[in-house]
């Protein structure tokens, strides 16, 4: 039987927009003409996409590729639900416009991800069960909201530098957020650097919440030196901590597997902060996507 998944990207691969030095001079129709060319049937967005609705669908349209999602930049972790509803609308009407399933929640509230000179030990967490229950909380009634107004289910992208980054964080917020209003995001380069040595293991435990998929291989040695040298993320991304399907230590037949066994169906995204000067686009996006390809055959 055919595994009903598609192969998507993200454009981080061409430009970055949290170090817009990398591929900043890249035109958005060069990421999707060279996407569409490797065989990527949909994008994740990024800062240099249409905002309105109607214009996002029509360059996508003229690339024939599909929207995957959009990361959307949350606050519950400190801030008021009813704020995040408001903030929120612009955004998920743009995705829902689009055909989109999932909406990606990454928590920016305290977050250090974007600071390059702070290094990852000193990011944000959580001090008591009644901060995890109250988040759990909210998230869930964001996500309720998401549902009933948009269409889309919650896809929780645990982070580095954020408040759900070590695999127990993973563990707890799954174990505090309701099943049917939270879904996990599973970031297979996050969960190995966030301390998850083998990410197979944790995304076994909670395969059955994963709504959405980021591919993203690690190079373990550049890993390991920035957790030696009290490195942020942001310098752990320059110094080439993450790389594509294929190119590093992450076991791909075993994540995909996974995936497949837990009846996951969905994106799997190609999605690797990198510097296109040293990583070549194409190149990279390439390899990647021929990886995953040959895996999702395999399992077909």
Known sequence: ????????????????????????????????????????????????????????????????????????????????????????????????????????????AGSIQGRIDTPLARRPVFTSDAQWQGYAKRLDAFGEHLQAAYGLTLAYHHHMGAYVQAPEDVDRLMAETDPALVGLLFDTGHAYFGGASDPVALLKKHAKRVVHAHCKDVRAEVVEMSRNRQWSFLQSVLNGAFTVPGDGAIDFAAVLQTLRHAGYEGWLVVEAEQDPAVAPSYQYAKKGYETLRALVEKLS
């Open 1 to 108: 039987m055919t595994w009903n998944v598609r192969i998507g990207i993200n454009p981080i691969s061409w430009s970055n927009d949290d170090l817009p030095e990398l591929g900043g001079d890249t035109p958005l129709e060069t990421a999707l003409s060279e996407g569409a060319e490797i065989g990527y049937e949909g994008f994740e967005l990024g800062n240099k996409f249409p905002k309105e609705p109607g214009a996002l669908a029509d360059k996508l349209a003229e690339f024939k590729v599909a929207c995957v999602s959009g990361w959307y930049s949350g606050w519950l972790a400190e801030g008021e639900l009813d704020a995040e509803i408001d903030r929120c609308a612009a955004h998920m009407k743009k995705l829902q416009f689009n055909g989109c399933r999932v909406a990606v929640y990454g928590e920016v």
